[in-house]
């Protein structure tokens, strides 16, 4: 049996409309669970729909939307990864930050030994771990165990490229931007915003939705 292509192409619309449908109907609706009755008021003359009753009378319990999305970018070099970090950068609700591990790496080779046994290796993974596990819950105090010289009273002019980010250069972590601030190169918000106050930059981490780490 041959199928023309115009069958074909009618097949694969409307298994495409199905699917969005079907995609559209379980995203939309909110999903609760239903309390079970208590045995103790069932009874023979109890209506066969109370369980339907008491599933709609109670609250309901959606999916924590308030979770942040976490993005890591992983690439080689010159393969277009700044590029990509900066898209997600100009993004009102990305915090983003660019290549914090550039902190852990300059502080343990030089303690490493020229070796590349195992166990060094472990030790540079483990505290790169440590380390963007704590960014991504908004911990950038964590970062004061790789910044030298160590930052005092949680402020430091050392943060590795922080003219890259944009949440970085903005109200409340940089105040002294001005309406016509809005497009700063990276080189002149280092300039104007000066010291980087890990406090602040915390707080600016924690009211973004997505944290994306290059």
Excluded at 120 to 130: F, I, P, T
Excluded at 134 to 150: G, T
Excluded at 182 to 195: A, F, N
Aim: hydrophobic share 35%.
């Amino acid at each position: 049996m041959q199928c023309s292509w115009k069958a074909v192409l009618l097949l694969a619309l409307a298994s495409i409309a199905i699917q969005y449908t079907a995609i559209r109907t379980f995203t939309a609706k909110s999903f609760h669970s239903c309390p079970i009755p208590s045995p103790v008021n069932c009874s023979l003359s109890q209506d066969t729909d109370v369980a339907d009753r008491l599933c709609d009378e109670s609250p309901t319990f959606s999916y924590n939307l308030s979770r942040k999305t976490h993005v890591l970018i992983l690439a080689t070099t010159r393969s277009g990864s700044s590029f990509v970090g900066q898209l997600f950068n100009q993004h009102f609700d990305v915090f983003y930050l660019f290549e914090p591990l550039y902190h852990v790496q300059y502080t343990l080779i030089p303690k490493l030994t020229q070796s590349k046994s195992t166990t060094d290796r472990r030790v540079m993974l483990g505290a790169s771990r440590d380390l963007l596990r704590s960014l991504y819950d908004c911990d950038l105090y964590f970062l004061e165990n790789y910044i030298k010289p160590q930052p005092v009273n949680h402020t430091t002019d050392r943060l590795f490229r922080r003219g890259a980010s944009k949440a970085l250069c903005s109200p409340p972590v940089c105040e002294s931007l001005g309406p016509v601030d809005l497009h700063l190169e990276e080189g002149d918000c280092v300039k104007k915003c000066g010291t980087l106050n890990l406090t602040l930059a915390t707080e600016s981490c924690r009211e973004h939705g997505h944290v994306a780490i290059k």
